[in-house]
């Protein structure tokens, strides 16, 4: 097949071009922007051509798809739609793709990016696996069998794709332009696990995920002794995290990570749970796990003499409160210092609060405006970066004109937070303090 993916360097979409290339179809790529992004490697490894005007003659023989960022208006999307090009949507190209494989689908509000490169890095290891992760990586052989798949809850998109296997790390409250309430997630959740073929493996200790109803086979994982797998005698220091794992009651071995904070023990016991149930030896998972360094721009680290630099997707309250923990654990000695880019005005009004109160809790906090391609401002009155600083201590307004402001924090740790595309800031940063 031939695909002209619109939109390819978002992070979905150059996962899916270099999953589709490995599966041995032509891939051609549109996007708006120039720049070079932190998705870039994956599509300049496979030689995967990319244009930025509508110098690209698309034959009949292409099938479009776009991703989610671009809108039904765009330039691009009107021409194709006067040459009849076949179009297809970002999440039913992705749907068809998991009926041809047997697909684990990891979802969750928070924490599926990692779990899922966990489950992929281990099970392509020992079987060979196909994976989509949402930091902007693919792979595929035809060959394989399994197919590991983030499933993304952002207008019900996990709703087209046909799991073997679930995974729900936890259901909060999020995509509020998409869904009515907490209840309306949980739904949709619950509609994925309806769907699922085979076993479906929930965080226990989430109370949201307890709420999930099916009568497919259900494994517990958490903290609580109410789960199947459970972590105990957990040790949190500046080195790592290693904890006891003990399964149906049973010690199951001991394990080491280089990551921090006890969301990286939950993810990680998601991707245990996962490959025991693919009976992956105990000492395979053990050194993977030890071994593995994390997803691209989650808690991804530059040091320039006693600066700190960390990168991070954090965009949710809950998210931001554990890459603080992450970053109290291995730097306690530090002050902390967030740099924050708000992504979508609809987020930054329902969690205006939330977003407040975790923000107070770093030593200082700085607020870029708003950034958001989806939604017009004009339609969210009153909500602007201005109104979370008011709310929230210790913090100011920050651009790219005024990164000097960062300059007094040199001894500290600053962490760029955002899932829109802070790297060029965080660049220019660098060079400055170089």
């Known amino acids: ?60 023989d292409f099938v479009a798809c776009y991703s989610n960022a671009i809108s039904h208006d765009h330039k691009e999307i009107k021409r194709l739609e006067k040459l009849n090009i076949k179009m297809i949507k970002y999440q039913d190209l992705i749907g068809s793709l998991s009926r041809q494989f047997e697909t684990i689908s990891v979802s969750g509000t928070h924490g599926k990016t990692t779990t899922s490169l966990m489950i992929a890095s281990i099970l392509d290891k020992v079987y060979g696996a196909n994976y989509f992760v949402g930091d902007g990586r693919g792979h595929g052989d035809i060959k394989n069998k399994l197919f590991v798949l983030e499933s993304c809850e952002y207008n019900k998109h996990f709703l087209a794709y046909e799991p073997t296997n679930l995974i729900i790390t936890n259901i909060e409250l999020e995509h509020t332009e998409c869904y009515k309430d907490l209840d309306d997630i949980i739904l949709n959740f619950n509609k994925l696990a309806l769907k699922t073929k085979n076993n479906i493996i929930l965080c226990g200790d989430d109370e949201n995920c307890r709420k999930i109803k099916t009568q497919k086979k259900v494994y517990y994982y958490g903290f609580q002794s109410d789960n199947d797998l459970i972590a105990k005698n957990l040790d949190l220091n500046e080195e790592g995290s290693s904890f006891d794992v003990y399964f149906e009651d049973k010690f199951y071995g001991h394990f080491t990570l280089k990551l921090f904070g006890r969301h990286m023990i939950l993810d990680s016991l998601a991707c245990i749970l996962t490959c025991i149930l693919y009976n992956v030896e105990k000492e395979v998972i053990q050194m993977e796990l030890n071994n593995f360094k994390g997803a691209i721009r989650r808690f991804s680290e530059t040091k320039i003499k006693e600066t700190i630099i960390i990168d991070d997707y954090a965009h949710h309250p809950t998210e931001i409160k554990a890459t603080l923990a992450s970053i109290r654990q291995k730097y306690p000695q530090k002050e902390v210092v967030a740099v924050f880019l708000p992504n979508t005005y609809s987020r930054t009004r329902d969690f205006l609060d939330e977003f407040a109160n975790v923000l107070s809790q770093f030593d200082y906090s700085y607020i870029m405006d708003i950034k958001c391609d989806r939604e017009n401002p004009k339609d969210y009155p009153g909500v602007s970066s201005d109104v979370l600083i008011k709310k929230t201590k210790n913090s100011q307004k920050i651009s790219v004109e005024t990164l000097d402001l960062l300059t007094k924090h040199l001894d500290d740790v600053i962490c760029f937070m955002s899932c829109a595309n802070i790297s060029p800031i965080i660049s220019k940063f660098i060079e400055k303090i170089k």
Do not use: C, P, W
Request: net charge neutral; proline share 0%; charged share 25%.
């Open 1 to 60: 097949m031939k695909y002209y993916l619109i939109g390819i360097k978002g992070s979905g979409m150059s996962a899916l071009a270099s999953l589709l290339y490995d599966l041995g179809n032509t891939v051609v790529g549109y996007d708006d922007s120039l720049e070079k992004k932190f998705t870039s490697a994956g599509l300049e490894k496979r030689g995967i051509k990319i244009y930025h005007d509508d110098s690209f003659q698309v034959t009949s």
